[in-house]
T-cell receptor
Framework: AQKVTQAQTEISVVEKEDVTLDCVYE???????LFWYKQPPSGELVFLIRRNSFDEQNEISGRYSWNFQKSTSSFNFTITASQVVDSAVYFC???????????FGKGTRLHILP | EAQVTQNPRYLITVTGKKLTVTCSQN?????MSWYRQDPGLGLRQIYY???????DKGDVPEGYKVSRKEKRNFPLILESPSPNQTSLYFC???????????????FGDGTRLSIL
């Protein structure tokens, strides 16, 4: 069965430090899609990135980068030079190609301390 | 403005009293979905709909009903609410091709339900 594990429940770092949020997934499909979402303290959910299983290129968007490794079934998210505004809960999610049901990880609460 | 609108935003009610949470999107999206968010459990999908008159169960459908009679609306119905359905609920939509399309899911602002 599909599963997403975010082992880090809560992380605190000091502003300007780099931080990596881990996401490990399980799936039997060869075609699947991975997502990251951000939920700031205000509560809304914001899409960050989508990656399909055939595209293992790492992605960088400003201070954000994602490392997708099929060999370890991981899709990790790194924030470089963290800022207080990065404080949020971050969710990793998986969709298998067989259906459009989405499975979220339990989330990682990130605190960026000034 | 492109948005997903949920109503009500907050509701306190009692066990067994039927309630409906409405969800409406103005982006002509085909895919719509409901989630519940609980501490320590993250987001869990309740039901989703690929298009009008097409609905499917997510991971936690028990105790919920949905309908998709029109493209823009996807109400969540609790026929006989119980305290274990106290939660924060989110509705979301995305364009055609389902959630696996290369477009982001747009989320509503959430509905906080308390069932006493």
């Amino acid at each position: 069965a599909q599963k997403v594990t975010q082992a880090q429940t809560e992380i605190s770092v000091v502003e300007k430090e780099d931080v990596t949020l881990d996401c490990v997934y399980e799936t039997r499909d060869t075609t699947y899609y991975l997502f990251w979402y951000k939920q700031p303290p205000s509560g809304e959910l914001v899409f960050l990135i989508r990656r399909n299983s055939f595209d293992e290129q790492n992605e960088i968007s400003g201070r954000y980068s994602w490392n997708f490794q099929k060999s370890t079934s991981s899709f990790n998210f790194t924030i470089t030079a963290s800022q207080v505004v990065d404080s949020a809960v971050y969710f990793c999610a998986l969709v298998e190609n067989r259906d459009d049901k989405i499975i979220f990880g339990k989330g990682t609460r990130l605190h960026i301390l000034p | 403005e492109a948005q997903v609108t949920q109503n009500p935003r907050y509701l306190i009610t009692v066990t067994g009293k039927k309630l409906t949470v409405t969800c409406s999107q103005n982006m002509n999206h085909e895919y719509m979905s409901w989630y519940r968010q609980d501490p320590g459990l993250g987001l869990r999908q309740i039901y989703y709909s690929m298009n009008v008159e097409v609905t499917d169960k997510g991971d936690v459908p028990e105790g919920y009903k949905v309908s998709r009679k029109e493209k823009r609306n996807f109400p969540l119905i609790l026929e006989s609410p119980s305290p274990n359905q106290t939660s924060l609920y989110f509705c979301a939509s995305s364009p055609g091709g389902g959630i696996s399309s290369n477009q982001p899911q747009h989320f509503g602002d959430g509905t906080r339900l308390s069932i006493l």
